[in-house]
C-alpha cells in the first residue's frame, strides 16, 4: 500500500493505493493516530481510486478516519464506491445508536 499526503493549503487528500489489509492496515493506523491534529485541520479528501481491497482492519481504520473528519470520498469503480458506502454507512449506524 502507498499513502500518499497532499496539502494544497486549503485541503488535504489522503491518497491510498493498493490493499489495505493487515500490516499496512496498522501502518495507516500508526500514520493517522500520528497525524490527526495536523490532518483534521483541514477539509480532508479521501482518495481510494487506486484502492484494490481492504480486510476488515483497514475498513474499521477508514471508518476512523471518517468518523474524525467527515472526508469527502473518493471513488473510481463499484468496488471502492461499495468501500465507500461500507466506510459511511458504518459511521450513520453509530450515529443512531448514540441517540
Known amino acids: 500500500m502507498k499513502i500518499t499526503i497532499k496539502d494544497n493549503g486549503k485541503n488535504i487528500s489522503?491518497?491510498?493505493?493498493?490493499?489495505?489489509?493487515?500490516?499496512?492496515?496498522?501502518?495507516?493506523?500508526?500514520?493517522?493516530?500520528?497525524?490527526?491534529?495536523?490532518?483534521?485541520?483541514?477539509?480532508?479528501?479521501?482518495?481510494?481510486?487506486?484502492?484494490?481491497?481492504?480486510?476488515?482492519?483497514?475498513?474499521?481504520?477508514?471508518?476512523?478516519?471518517?468518523a474524525e473528519t467527515k472526508a469527502e470520498i473518493l471513488t473510481s469503480t463499484l468496488w471502492t464506491q461499495h468501500l465507500a458506502d461500507e466506510i459511511t454507512r458504518n459511521h450513520a449506524a453509530q450515529e443512531m445508536e448514540e441517540i
Open 14 to 66: 489522503l491518497k491510498l493505493e493498493g490493499r489495505v489489509v493487515g500490516p499496512w492496515a496498522v501502518e495507516l493506523d500508526h500514520y493517522w493516530r500520528q497525524n490527526t491534529p495536523t490532518l483534521t485541520a483541514k477539509p480532508v479528501f479521501l482518495d481510494l481510486r487506486d484502492t484494490t481491497f481492504a480486510d476488515a482492519d483497514g475498513i474499521r481504520i477508514l471508518h476512523a478516519i471518517y
